[in-house]
Nanobody, 121 residues
Framework: QVQLVESGGGLVQAGGSLRLSCAAS????????MAWYRRPPGKERELVAT???????NHAESVKGRFTISRDNAINTVYLQMNSLKPEDTAVYYC???????????????WGQGTQVTVSS
């Protein structure tokens, strides 16, 4: 079984910073693409940032220059450093990873449970 567990969400004032973490655990052979998504209140889920196994990143235009995705392959963890937060960044943030399970060698998409980020004005 594979699990993604997020941490680091919370309440912060506009202009502040938060760092989200997402650790993958279980029967893991390899992790390819990792990503962060978010679902603002009353809106559809949207892609925030992605990172490949080799560290190539891509960030949504709305967060470029403010958010940075990174990963530590040694501990199967992806991070999202969020600076200069705005009220419109308020959302539930979800971790996503493309993982090959060691036991079956099957590759599938996995999701974390989500962590709430609230930015007050």
């Amino acid at each position: 079984q594979v699990q993604l567990v997020e941490s680091g969400g919370g309440l912060v004032q506009a202009g502040g910073s938060l760092r989200l973490s997402c650790a993958a655990s279980g029967s893991i052979f390899s992790i390819n693409r990792m990503a962060w998504y978010r679902r603002p209140p009353g809106k559809e889920r949207e892609l925030v940032a992605t990172i490949t196994r080799w560290g190539t990143t891509n960030h949504a235009e709305s967060v470029k220059g403010r958010f940075t995705i990174s990963r530590d392959n040694a501990i199967n963890t992806v991070y999202l450093q969020m600076n200069s937060l705005k009220p419109e960044d308020t959302a539930v943030y979800y971790c996503n990873a493309e993982i090959t399970r060691r036991s079956t060698m099957v590759t599938a998409n996995y999701w974390g449970q989500g962590t709430q980020v609230t930015v007050s004005s």
